[in-house]
């Protein structure tokens, strides 16, 4: 079957320009999550959809980012304006359930922010 | 708040000698817990998971952890290192009382094998 998806793999932007990330889960995964990871530490939940409704988005700042999935399918996550701390490499993950199951991840998308 | 320890940045091993990749854990009630491993320039691939039962799980690519709930512990462990095991490692836990709880990243390992 095919993996996670995502796209671009690789962003350079300057600070304060927008940029939108893709990604595409595993056909008939209803979960689906957006993952923060900065060089040298472990990936950080950003927001966790449950087919098209939001489960958990405690941790997106809320003020420059967004996300949405609004198919239950596919979905985009948008930082708008962009800042140099939000360099870092974003993960997509999906998975079968919402319980107990682990995590199918995507290959990421590098940010820069210059 | 639930949160993960791994308490070494970097794991030496020669080939052939066993490994043990180090992770202890906090979280409310019985937790749910996991090791992934990220090659350079790829996203996390799953290993193996603790739900219930057997206090050993065995996993992927030969790797197995221990269970240990005294100590908080999940150690990641592998009898006989290949050069192909040099990666980063990352122990993840959440809680299971609650199927939407967020799951929670430590952070990272690198393994290197040497030959």
């Known amino acids: 079957e095919a993996g996670v998806a995502q796209s671009p793999r690789y962003k350079i932007i300057e600070k304060r320009q927008s940029v939108a990330f893709w990604c595409n889960p595993i056909s008939g995964h209803a979960t689906l999550y957006w993952y923060q990871q900065i060089l040298g530490q472990g990936p950080k939940l950003l927001i966790q959809?449950?087919?098209?409704?939001?489960?958990?988005d405690s941790q997106l700042p809320k003020d420059r980012f967004s996300a949405e999935r609004l198919k239950g399918v596919d979905s985009t996550l948008k930082i708008q304006p962009a800042k140099l701390e939000d360099s870092a490499v974003y993960l997509c993950?999906?998975?079968?359930?919402?319980?107990?199951?682990?995590?199918?991840f995507g290959p990421g998308t590098r940010l820069t922010v210059t | 708040a639930q949160s993960v320890a791994q308490p070494e940045d970097q794991v030496n091993v020669a080939e052939g000698n066993p490994l043990t990749v180090k992770c202890t854990y906090s979280v409310s009630g019985n937790p749910y817990l996991f090791w992934y491993v990220q090659y350079p320039n790829r996203g996390l691939q799953f290993l193996l998971k603790y739900i219930t039962g057997d206090n050993l799980v065995k996993g992927s690519y030969g790797f197995e952890a221990e269970f240990n709930k005294s100590q908080t512990s999940f150690h990641l462990k592998k009898p006989s290192a290949l050069v192909s095991d040099s990666a980063l490692y990352f122990c993840a836990v959440r809680p299971g009382y609650n199927a939407g709880n967020m799951l929670t990243f430590g952070g990272g390992t690198r393994l290197m094998v040497k030959p």
């Open positions: 993950a999906s998975s079968p359930t919402l319980s107990g199951g682990e995590q199918y």
């Open positions: 959809f449950q087919n098209n409704g939001v489960v958990d």
